[in-house]
T-cell receptor
Framework: NAGVTQTPKFQVLKTGQSMTLQCAQD?????MSWYRQDPGMGLRLIHY???????DQGEVPNGYNVSRSTTEDFPLRLLSAAPSQTSVYFC????????????FGPGTRLTVT | QQQVKQSPQSLIVQKGGISIINCAYE??????FPWYQQFPGKGPALLIA?????SEKKEGRFTISFNKSAKQFSLHIMDSQPGDSATYFC?????????FGAGTTVTVRA
């Protein structure tokens, strides 16, 4: 099991560019989520999905889109990157009915100039 | 506004000492309180978790104390080791969505 994988590991964007952060899990987890981590603010939920075809907004969804066409994949799209989106992004997954343990990927460090 | 408040922001402890991190929450709908440990360049990993019907849970050198009436919970790291140097996040959840504290960076001096 690879667990939760994220690509790329690092990315630099110019303001206004768009890109997709990839996230995949091989644990057959139904629940997946995206967080951003900023100094002094912990991790904040961007979007989450409780299963294929179902997504919903978290605490800080503006400027981001998600879709969930398969159980395994949950990509995060930045529509028009802004310097405020400079952050470390983590994808996580968990299995419902368990103890809510979320498994995190290694993260993507994004810099927007 | 953060739903979970965590303190201190950082702490330094000598090897063999006790590290204590405190968290407080407001939402009484939370029913799961995990602690995550994060090393530099890595994603957070679940360390230990507790449900509100239990006042204390111990796993090895790590103990969670939970005070439901005060809406507070804390992590105690006993016999702290240099390998425990990391950032620790408390969190709370009621429906799989985790609300995280701001994090505490623990440095254990040898």
């Amino acid at each position: 099991n690879a667990g939760v994988t994220q690509t790329p590991k690092f990315q630099v964007l110019k303001t206004g560019q768009s890109m997709t952060l990839q996230c995949a899990q091989d644990m057959n987890h139904e629940y997946m989520s995206w967080y951003r981590q900023d100094p002094g603010m912990g991790l904040r939920l961007i979007h989450y999905s409780v299963g294929a075809g179902i997504t919903d907004q978290g605490e800080v969804p503006n400027g981001y889109n998600v879709s969930r066409s398969t159980t395994e994949d949950f990509p995060l799209r930045l529509l028009s990157a802004a310097p405020s989106q400079t952050s470390v992004y983590f994808c996580a997954s968990t299995s419902p009915g368990g103890a809510y343990e979320q498994y995190f990927g290694p993260g993507t460090r994004l810099t927007v100039t | 506004q953060q739903q979970v408040k965590q303190s201190p922001q950082s702490l330094i402890v000598q090897k063999g000492g006790i590290s204590i991190i405190n968290c407080a929450y407001e939402n009484t709908a939370f029913d799961y309180f995990p602690w995550y440990q994060q090393f530099p360049g890595k994603g957070p990993a679940l360390l230990i978790a507790i449900r509100p019907d239990v006042s204390e849970k111990k796993e090895g050198r790590f103990t969670i104390s939970f005070n439901k009436s005060a809406k507070q919970f804390s992590l105690h790291i006993m016999d702290s080791q240099p390998g425990d140097s990391a950032t620790y996040f408390c969190a709370a959840s009621g429906d799989y969505k985790l609300s995280f504290g701001a994090g505490t960076t623990v440095t254990v001096r040898a």
